[in-house]
């Protein structure tokens, strides 16, 4: 393969963007190497501006459910275009989508449409406060709910000690509110609650962290968080923006068997649009502005694109028994891999829950953040890029999650464990 226009834009991108790049992880600092320019994408499929076709797992990071381009989508956007691309005012389709999220969902009996997923988790942190009268939250390492600044918090050097922040420019008061913990550990959450009586305001997870790799919540552990929740008065957010409709109607709480207060959501129902939501119990949802006293605003929050193109995407997984079809494909794609890695004798670790799935470098049995960090990233680049080589795209970096669309099919997964059992070989 050959990257001469990639590399071109890359480079002229440098000069206009920092890190050439609009964000991050864009930029395979993770992996090495420059990051390849896409000219377009269909199903299962991505295409760079120098013709090189790629099988994708990354589907544009999870919203991509359908696949891309898929005719559904696209024609609904094209059809709201026709009326106009944005209003500033209610439109139809956004009652239709929130009528559809409170349906699918039990938890959720009102919702906020925004712009995105660290929006709204920026919006559920702010109502937890407004709703409790409370301050301090806890978040769980691995665990990442965008980019504001109570939630772009690391550890501090114990357990129960406050948090730093993990970017400049995040305060160290407003750090200080937020308690940061390792994941899967009720012990540490339960001495935190206690220590901490009458202060906390919420604690925000993801029911099945997507961002650090994939990582599988313990069994009881969620139930556990539940129960602790109900004791000491504290707010329990779901941060579904990656599991939230790819799991199933209901997502990774419905699988899981426990219910949240509020939940956020994103990526699958914009139809890869920008688009996010905020929703949960009606008492604690009516504290938002205008009713309440939580400010929260947009001018493209419910934007007419975004939902109609997330319509499309929920109906046609409706329709088609989608979630049914992508365990199946899951369970296809797993057994393959695990039946390469006993044949190579690999000490390596993969996880898949549904549409969802990563491969550590690792000996060790990932349950947090600290396991997962055992991962030999050199290797892992490695890897990547026998893969890109190849044809199969994965994502940039070690601790992300890979996706599975409708419309991979079974020769597109034959070919990968193909191309994947050549390239760990070679590890």
């Not at 160290?172 to 913990?181: D, F, G, K, Q, Y």
């Not at 799991?247 to 994103?266: E, I």
């Not at 669309?405 to 070679?426: F, N, P, Q, V, Y």
Request: aromatic share 8%.
């Amino acid at each position: 393969m050959t990257h001469t226009k990639s590399q071109a834009l890359f480079k002229e991108a440098l000069h206009f963007m920092p890190g050439g790049v609009n964000s991050p992880v864009r930029a395979f600092r993770a992996v090495g190497g420059e990051p390849f320019f896409a000219q377009r994408a269909q199903g299962a499929r991505i295409w760079d501006v120098d013709g090189n076709c790629y099988i994708d797992y990354v589907c544009t990071w999870g919203p991509s459910i359908l696949g891309h381009a898929t005719r559904a989508v696209i024609d609904a956007i094209q059809q709201a275009a026709e009326f106009g691309t944005s209003f500033g005012v209610p439109n139809p389709l956004e009652v239709e989508l929130a009528r559809k999220i409170c349906s699918w969902v039990p938890s959720v009996q009102k919702v906020r449409m925004m712009s995105s997923g660290t929006e709204a988790c920026m919006t559920a942190i702010r109502l937890a406060r407004g709703f409790t009268g409370r301050d301090k939250i806890i978040k769980f390492d691995g665990c990442y709910h965008g980019h504001s600044d109570s939630l772009l918090v690391k550890a501090g050097s114990g357990a129960l000690t406050f948090g730093e922040p993990d970017s400049a420019g995040v305060p160290r008061v407003l750090a200080a509110l937020t308690l940061t913990l390792p994941f899967n550990d009720l012990i540490a959450v339960k001495a935190c609650l206690k220590a901490n009586k009458k202060e906390i305001a919420a604690i925000i997870l993801e029911p099945i962290p997507a961002n650090a790799g994939l990582i599988l919540p313990k069994a009881g552990y969620l139930e556990g968080l539940r129960k602790l929740c109900n004791a000491y008065g504290v707010v329990l957010i779901f941060d579904e923006v990656m599991t939230g409709f790819r799991l199933g109607r209901d997502g990774a709480q419905g699988l899981m068997g426990v219910r949240p207060d509020l939940s956020t959501f994103g990526k699958v129902i914009g139809g890869g649009l920008p688009v996010g939501a905020v929703g949960g119990r009606a008492e604690i949802m009516d504290h938002l502005a205008p009713l309440g006293k939580v400010y929260q605003a947009g001018t493209l929050s419910g934007n007419p694109l975004a939902m109609a193109a997330g319509l499309a995407q929920l109906n046609r997984l409706e329709s088609e028994l989608g979630f049914a079809r992508l365990e199946l494909m899951g369970s296809h794609l797993e057994k393959g891999i695990k039946k390469v890695l006993k044949k190579l004798d690999l000490p390596l670790q993969f996880y898949r829950v549904g549409s969802m799935f990563c491969l550590f470098f690792t000996g060790q049995k990932v349950t947090d953040l600290t396991s997962a960090m055992t991962s030999d990233r050199a290797k892992f680049g490695k890897f990547f890029h026998a893969l890109l080589k190849a044809g199969v795209y994965l994502p940039p970096s070690q601790f992300e999650t890979c996706f599975l669309s409708l419309a991979h099919e079974d020769r597109d997964i034959e070919e990968t464990l193909r191309i994947m059992a050549g390239a760990l070989k070679k590890i």
